[in-house]
Every structure is written in structure tokens, then in C-alpha cells.
């Protein structure tokens, strides 16, 4: 404890986290332990039950599946963008964030206009006489699926434009001297070194997803319902906020885990030596 | 016999300014050639044509009489060596080694020996296991350049290899990768803008400017007799005159002074040049005589091993080299012979 400084400047931060995330969280957490004694029973009744289980799966699951589609997508979307000349990668850059500045309710609402019973997609195969009755698209998993992609993509590119951009486009040659044509040495060369970009891109993608409110509210309705929305619906609808918390801390150590787990995968797969020459 | 041929190529990125301007250049089999010249001359260009990383707009590339212009880059089996080396980071010493073997679906007991041998002729048997980020800056260099080799390429590119070693470490890889290069009997094309570097390492030397070719000779040739003024001026040449032809090996400078020379050319008007090195100093006094220029001293400089003068004379400035057993001081006036073996004509 030689120099203080640090710790001064820091201060204000701290008092602000512990005074309005903490505090709140501590005192929404600590009644689903103590019930006259310290139990975890909130906890156990909490994953005996088969439709809270069935909640718990769909938001792990649809939240996995974003963050793969984002993946896929996003990989070779951010490559080519890193790709392109300076003067085009601002706007194309500008481009992709576009989703990011309009209001989530809004760019939710939009999807309803599509994917709807009279949405854009029923009406025109309809019209195609290609269907007679319309397909029920909105209020499923996939129905949220889509619309979490929509506003997450745009973080997983601006992750991995940013780690693509600093890979050394000699390391391409070097794989296209060596043999390797365009696909293999993205493959082998480029795909490896985004994995810290991808890493960092899923894990904003996959707990966006799985904390987003609105759009598994106004896209997936009562009968789809995920974690948040249950955690409101069980907040405000039921006032049950012993619930709440329980689903509150689910979501919370179920994030980190499956952040530990990206980076467990990227580790097994980045060996490329610790120590610096 | 030419094994590799450059045929009128032309490279322009914008269609109007040529970066190459139909370029011929012809190796022979096992040669080490170099591209030396300033940045920007097109050499760096020259080489990526050759690796297929840049296709040319006119011209032909051809190699081993197949023509190769239009065969892309991963299918020419040519080894290359960047400047920054371009190792895979998160390969192994052995892995980054093995890339070219593995992606011709080699056997792992025909590719192991292979990448055991030049890991050896490349001085890194012991550090295999290691990744890129652990080795030093020479130590990656010998990757790179046992990765290009270990492929058993046709022709080995070099793009300034040495240049982000430092000095003395430079000198011993130049000599490293001359006896490889040696040993494996490879046709080799250097790129590199540092005279030295390239006449230790050549065979032959192509002194490149703006995107032509300006001579091709060895080393020697080209340091004793550069042909235009620009190679003379880029290898260290530093006084230029204009002579007028009088006769057969006899020229007069624009103040009358008879200089003989030892070349023969048929233009009447042309510029003689001559290494600092090469005049000689007599002192005031000495008789007048053919190949003399009378000067005075403006500066003296200290270089160590000599003093190099800045002498004034009726041709121009004139920098001379003496040795520093006698000092000239500034003002001095004296004589400057120009041995006509020693005068070149550009």
C-alpha cells in the first residue's frame, strides 16, 4: 500500500456499483437463502419444476443458437469489411451499427410486421399460391431467434472487424505461398487468430441475448416466454419477488458459466505461447 | 540457360501510372539475383509478380519454359520469405515448418524427417516446440526462411529479409542464407535496398528506378563500371562532370582540361563520375599534366580511417578522400589527379 492514488480514483466508481448494483442486488438475492434459516430451497423447487426447466432451456437454447447464427454471419461479414478499402469500411461500418441506433421496441415491432399471420412473408407466399394457410412465425423460439440476431450482429461485427483488421495480411500470402488457396488460408490462418474477437463477440451476443427484454416480449408472447421475461412477469404481473431474485441469480451464474466455457473452448484452441521473447 | 524469364511486364494499379514498365530480367538456374534500389522503384512489386501476388497487365512470367502468368499463387510452389516475417502465431516452430507439407497431404513419416532436416540446416533443431512469440528475431527469420525452403520450391523470394535485424546479426544471416541457398542449389531473387547487403549475397545484381531495370551485371561490374548515372549515383558515386568527346579515349572538361579515359563511347557529350576514393591529391606545385584539375580545399572532414575534402574547382565541387598522414587545411590550394582506369563514363 505504498501508493493510495489508485485507490482514490476509484473510489467514486466503487461507491456508485456498491450503492446501486450491490446494495439492490444483495437485498433482492439474499431473501431466496433465508427463510427464518439459511436454505436453498427457492433454488431446488425452482428446477423441479417442469415449466420453469422449460423456461430455463428455451433461454439457454435461443440464446446459443443467436450467438452461433452471429457467428457465422458476423465471421465473414467483419473479414470482408476489414477487408475493403478505408475509404469504404466507415460506411460499411455505419451500416452495420444502423440496427444499433434505432429503439428496440421499433425494430421489434418491425419484425411483428413481417413474421405476423398477415405479416410481409405470409401475404407474399400466399399471393404465390405457394401457401393457403399462413404459417405461425411469430410468437415461436425462431421468431426470437431472428430478432435477437437482428440486434446483436452488430456487436459481434465491430468485435471481430476490429481483430481482423490487425492481422497481418502477409500471414495470407505467407499460407497462399505455402500452398494454400483463399479458403484454406482463411481457415487455417485467419479463422484461428479471430478466435479471441469471436470469443469476446459471443460472449456480448450470448448475454445480450439472454437478458433482453423486449424483443422475447413482443416476439416470442406468453407462451415462449424466457428467463427475463418470466423474471418480470413474476415481478410485476405476480409481485412475487422472491421468484424474481431466484431467476435474478439463475441468470446471473448461469452468464458466467457459459462465459467460463467460451473461455475455456478458446484456450484449448489459442495455445500459441504465453511468454513474450 | 535461362531458367527464369520476365518478359515486358508491365504492372500499373491505376491504368494510368506504371509501377513496371515492361521489365525484362533472365535468371539462370541455382543464381541468386538481387533487386536493389530505393523504395518505391518497383522492386518489391517485381518480386510479388514473380510469387503471383500481383498479376501484371501485360508481359509474360515464365519459369522452366511453363508459363506461369496467370497461374495463381498457391499453385506455383514458390517459397517466400516476408519482411515481417508472416509466422503463424499460434502455430509451433515445427507446425509454421510442416504448413506447406501438410497442405500437399504429405504422409507424417515422409513430413517429419523433412521439416527434422531443415529445422537442422536452418540451426533450430532444439526449438521446435516453441511458438513464434518465443524466439528471437534472427530465430524467426531461419523459420521463415525453413518454411519457404522445406516445400522444396522452385525459385526462393526474399522481400527484405534482414532488414528488421539489427546490424551485426544481419551481417551473419547474409552469410547463413548465402550458403543454404548454396547448399540446396535454389534460384533465388533477394529484394533488398542496401548496397552492401546485395553485392556480399548476388550473383547478379538488377539495379532497379521507376520501374525499369537500369542494369543487370554482377556485382563487381556494376560497383567498378555502373552504366547510367542513377546506378552510379545509388552505389556511392558522388562527383559528376560533363565532358565533351575530343578523340578516341580523349574528352575535355567545359574549362578545356584533357582527361583520357579507358572507356570508348560514341556520344560526344556525356558525364564522367568517380568515386571519392579513387582521386588522387598531389600537392600546388606538382607539373600540370593530363587528367589534373587544379581545386581548393572548402572543407575538411575527419572519417576515421581518412579525410575526406570538399575541393572547389572550375568542374564543380569535388569530394576526395586523403589519406590522414597529410592534412590539407581549408583554403590549401592543390592538384586532383583522375586515374582514367578510375573515370567512368554514365
Redesign the interface.
Known sequence: MKNKAPFILLTPGLILLIVFMFLPLVTIIWPTFYDGKLTFGSYLSFFQDNYNLSVFWRTLRVSLIVTLICILLGVPTAYYIARTSKKWRGLMMAMSLFPLLTNSVIRSFAWINILGTNGVINDFLMKLGIITEPIKMLYTDSAIVVGSVYLFLPLMIITLVGVIENI?L??V?????????RL??FM??VL??SLPGIIVGSILVFSGTLSAYTTPQLLGGNQNMMLSTFLYQNAMTLGNWQSAGVIALIMIVTTIIVMKLFNMIAAKF????G??? | MTYVDLKDIRVSYDGKNNILKDLNLSIEKGELVSLLGPSGCGKTTTLRVIAGLIEPNDGDFVVDNKNLTRVPVHKRNFGMVFQSYALFPHLTVKENVGFGLKLRKEDKTTMNPKIQDILEVTGLAELGDRYPKQLSGGQRQRVALARALVIEPKLLLLDEPLSNLDAKLRVQMRIEIKRIQRKLGITSVFVTHDQEECFSISDRVAVMNNGIIEQFDTPEEIYNRPKTEFVARFIGFENFFNLTKQGEKTYTTSEGHMLKTSQSWDDTKLVATIRPDDINILPKGTEQDTNMIPGKVVVRTFLGKSYQYEVETNVGKILVNGPKETAYSSGEELLLQFPEEKLILV
Open positions: 497481418d502477409e500471414m500470402e505467407a499460407a497462399e505461398t505455402l500452398g494454400a488457396n484454406t488460408a487455417k490462418v484461428p487468430l489459442d495455445k500459441r505461447g511468454e513474450h521473447a
